[in-house]
């Protein structure tokens, strides 16, 4: 019989793992070399646009009450705000939940979605993924060194009104499953962030064009029905380095190997993208 987690013997057992945890990385952080970015200038925008995106905050996901849909925009547009105008000088580390903070009711967050491993639930402050997400893509997009990126391990929902290769996205958790990158270049950056009726809207901005152009592409994605009677989604996420004048690409980085347990009903899955009888990727 598997020995139980001290966290599981009940509610109070598992706020004192949490905060254990927030005192651990409280003092990593406070004993890091790590200079950490806090200086926004919202009103004064860095005049190049490295990479700009938009995301739908509204998507029917299968099985999930709107509500919580509707709850995960107000959520956005208060930690959207936190971060809106932030320049990360050269050598300076973003942290997301070190301009965030806590994320509770008393902050004006409502409950929306959350994910716990492959669990679905609901609690304040969910859907601040998507936040994340928009700011990792923007990041794979530029020469930034992601330093801390936690990924879903699971195919959780089936493709709707999807804009990005399934899997670039990356997981958040207060404050202790973070996502934080490093300035490795010699010039700022700077993050944008806004709210549409529709979208988040998001920009990477510097003081002038970096040497190198990136695009993220995904290849050889299909579905496939393993030994275990799981299906898995299957592919590969390259990140490319491009001369923009020459249109050369300089470097071909394997930055995801897909191996995702589909979760959901698997008649959902596309039959066309459904392989029979090849050997996994990972």
């Not at 970015?37 to 490295?50: K, N």
């Not at 956005?76 to 942290?95: C, D, Q, W």
């Not at 700011?135 to 804009?163: A, C, G, K, Q, Y």
């Not at 249109?247 to 993208?273: A, F, G, R, T, W």
């Amino acid at each position: 019989m598997k020995r139980k987690l001290f966290c599981e013997y009940g509610p109070i057992c598992y706020k004192i793992s949490l905060y254990k945890e927030y005192l651990r990385r409280n003092l990593r952080q406070l004993f890091s070399k790590n200079r950490y970015a806090s200086h926004f200038q919202a009103d004064d925008p860095l005049p190049t646009i490295i990479k700009g995106h938009i995301s739908p905050m509204m998507r029917q996901l299968h099985g999930v009450d709107m509500q919580l849909q509707q709850n995960k925009v107000q959520n956005l547009r208060l930690a959207a705000a936190k971060i809106n105008g932030i320049v990360v000088e050269p050598g300076e580390t973003f942290s997301f939940w070190k301009l965030i903070g806590p994320t509770g009711k008393k902050q004006g967050y409502l409950k929306a979605l959350t994910i716990s491993g492959d669990e679905l639930g609901a609690d304040y402050g969910g859907g601040l993924c998507q936040l994340a997400n928009m700011i990792h893509w923007l990041v794979l997009n530029s020469p930034l060194t992601v330093t801390e990126l936690h990924h879903h391990s699971d195919s959780l929902f089936p493709d709707e009104r999807r804009r990005v290769p399934f899997g670039t996205g990356t997981s958040v958790f207060y404050k202790n499953v973070d996502y934080q990158f490093k300035n490795t270049t010699t010039q700022p950056v700077q993050l944008l962030l806004s709210l549409t009726q529709t979208d988040l809207c998001g920009e990477l901005r510097s003081t002038e064009p970096f040497p190198l152009k990136y695009r993220i592409v995904e290849e050889n994605h299909h579905f496939r029905k393993e030994a275990d009677g799981k299906y898995y989604r299957i592919s590969q996420i390259y990140r490319l380095s491009i001369r923009p004048n020459t249109l050369e690409v300089v470097e071909k980085e394997l930055i995801l190997d897909n191996h995702s347990c589909v979760m959901y009903d698997p008649s959902l899955i596309p039959q066309d993208q459904i392989r029979e009888g090849e050997p996994s990727c990972s």
